[in-house]
């Protein structure tokens, strides 16, 4: 017998789940977000191995994020006694503090409003899932890893980044794009702009396919 599939997956480009919830930092709310970027990032649970390496690249780039006006929230389906415990030992341990907040979730409340709850992973854990949500509270990006592998922190940084390039110079970005690099330039709408994409003074290589330095 197949899994029941996940109720309330969200979708890119509509308003991101409201939630409201408890954390290591008291109590917060999407709306509490209005006018920044989020990265909001589950796990399947506190004191395991991977979430740990996850958690301690999150901390070392939150200020690289905070320059960005981009703030972190961590997720698990554990206690905030757990939270703080983990937080402590990974403080202890390994000498990183974790500088963003984590929000307890027994009730899974969140993490199935967000569709964290995949049963074919594992149990009821919550898997690694990754959310960037907009300044307007809109969902732009979302990411799910297996529990086996840990995320790259840096490619959700470099995501933020280039998703705020687009939104200010209406470009698109290539592949594993990085600041200062040139931007995709959208492609024609009709045929007469086609024609005429050659000598607008792109970096062009065919009609459908022109870069730009910004």
């Not at 939270?83 to 990183?96: L, P, S």
Request: proline share 8%.
């Amino acid at each position: 017998m197949s899994e029941a599939p996940i109720p309330g997956l969200p979708r890119l480009n509509e308003p991101a789940p409201f939630f409201k919830a408890r954390t290591t930092a008291g109590e917060r709310s999407l709306t509490d977000y209005k006018g920044k970027w989020l990265v909001l990032f589950s796990h399947p649970a506190d004191f395991t191995p991977v979430c740990t390496t996850e958690f301690m690249a999150f901390a070392r780039h939150a200020d690289a994020f905070k320059a960005l006006g981009c703030e972190l929230l961590g997720l698990s389906i554990d206690s905030i006694f757990a939270h703080i415990a983990w937080m402590r030992t990974i403080d202890e341990k390994f000498g990183v503090k974790i500088p963003f907040p984590i929000i307890e979730d027994l009730s899974m409340e969140v993490a199935m409003a967000y569709g964290m709850i995949h049963p074919g992973a594992g149990d009821t854990s919550a898997v690694r899932a990754t959310f960037i949500i907009d300044p307007n509270g809109i969902l732009r990006a979302m990411v799910y890893y297996p529990m086996s592998n840990g995320r790259s922190v840096e490619e959700f940084l470099r995501l933020v980044e280039a998703l705020q390039t687009t939104d200010a110079n209406g470009v698109a970005t290539p592949e594993a794009w990085k600041k200062g690099e040139p931007v995709i330039v959208p492609p024609p709408k009709t045929a007469e702009d086609a024609d005429t994409r050659a000598g607008m003074g792109y970096d062009y290589t065919d009609w459908f396919f022109s870069k730009k330095s910004l």
